[in-house]
Nanobody, 118 residues
Framework: QVQLVESGGGLVQPGGTLRLSCAAS????????MGWYRQAPGKQRNFVGQ???????TYRDSVKGRFTISRDNAKNTVYLQMNSLKPEDTAVYYC????????????WGQGTQVTVSS
């Protein structure tokens, strides 16, 4: 069993920055992919970006050049650096972790609110 704890959400003005963190904890597991999704009110949950165990990131088009995903494998933590935030980035952001050991399994964080507003 893996537990995920997210932090870093909040209220920020347009053009501002936020950094989200998601730490995974448990015993005897390996992580393949770590990523972020977001869900705005009344909308479905959408992919934001992810990073593989080898450090290769991918992003949705609307955040490319503004958001950066990184991970610290020693700490089992993934980060989402969000720059030049826009009102349309407002959503609950969820961390997603896919383990490769002991089994292939997907875990979700509890979500953290990001609000971009003046």
């Amino acid at each position: 069993q893996v537990q995920l704890v997210e932090s870093g959400g909040g209220l920020v003005q347009p053009g501002g920055t936020l950094r989200l963190s998601c730490a995974a904890s448990g015993s005897d597991f390996s992580i393949a992919v770590m990523g972020w999704y977001r869900q705005a009110p009344g909308k479905q949950r959408n992919f934001v970006g992810q990073i593989t165990s080898s450090g290769e990131p991918t992003y949705r088009d609307s955040v490319k050049g503004r958001f950066t995903i990184s991970r610290d494998n020693a700490k089992n933590t993934v980060y989402l650096q969000m720059n030049s935030l826009k009102p349309e980035d407002t959503a609950v952001y969820y961390c997603k972790v896919v383990t490769s050991r002991p089994t292939l399994f997907t875990y979700w964080g509890q979500g953290t609110q990001v609000t971009v507003s003046s």
